[in-house]
């Protein structure tokens, strides 16, 4: 098993252009979440599956931002029309439901600077 | 609300030195608490966990955490630091409703030779 695994590791793209990264999970996991983490702090909930289902989305996930994962194995995540504020590292992590409970293994990330 | 406080942003010990790394919480039902670390440009690696039971958890790499209720508190130790152990380090908590992780805002332990 080789763990999470998430592409690009860096993206830098214009202002106002779109980006997609995505996350492929531990193969077995059935749960797959995306965080966001931004310079200086620790990670924060964006979005999370359980299997092709997307459970729950936080606020911050505005309408520019869109995640599927459409047939329960690896992830998108889209932004569309980027502003600087999404700089940012995104984390993709994932876990099995019948292991003991939300015990998330993460990628290493995809760094993303918006100039 | 659910909140996760780790009220030291940097921390500096020597090699060989103790460590304990502080983090409390905030949530209304018992919380399941974990420790991450995080060297740089990486993602998060899981030091230990707590979920219920005994209150001392031993982890990966020599750390261990105490869950302390009345405090509300899941500090973290390790009784000799090492060159290696220097970066950041990530209090969460999880529950079973939601199970999204909560994290603090980090620590980052520098390690003097």
């Known amino acids: 098993d080789t763990g999470v695994s998430q592409n690009p590791r860096h993206k830098i793209t214009k202002r106002g252009q779109n980006v997609t990264f995505r996350c492929d999970p531990i193969s077995e996991h059935n749960r797959l979440y995306w965080y966001r983490q931004t310079l200086g702090q620790g990670p924060e909930f964006l979005t999370y599956f359980q299997n092709e289902a997307q459970l729950e989305k936080s606020r911050l996930l505005s309408d520019r931002f869109s995640a599927e994962r459409p047939k329960g194995s690896f992830s998108t995540l889209e932004i569309q029309r980027t502003e600087q504020g999404d700089s940012a590292m995104y984390l993709c992590a994932s876990s099995y439901d019948r292991d003991l409970p939300y015990e998330q293994y993460f990628g290493p990330g995809t760094r993303l600077t918006v100039t | 609300a659910q909140s996760v406080t780790q009220p030291d942003i940097h921390i500096t010990v020597s090699e060989g030195a103790s460590l304990e790394l502080r983090c409390n919480y905030s949530y209304g039902a018992t919380p399941y608490l974990f420790w991450y670390v995080q060297s740089p440009g990486q993602g998060l690696q899981l030091l230990l966990k707590y979920f219920s039971g005994d209150t001392l958890v031993q982890g990966i790499k020599g750390f261990e955490a105490e869950f302390k209720r009345s405090q509300s508190s899941f500090n973290l130790r390790k009784p000799s630091v090492h060159w290696s152990d220097a970066a950041e380090y990530f209090c969460?908590?999880?529950?079973?409703?939601?199970?999204?992780?909560?994290f603090g805002t980090g620590t980052r332990l520098k390690v003097l030779a």
């Open positions: 969460a908590v999880g529950n079973s409703g939601t199970y999204k992780y909560i």
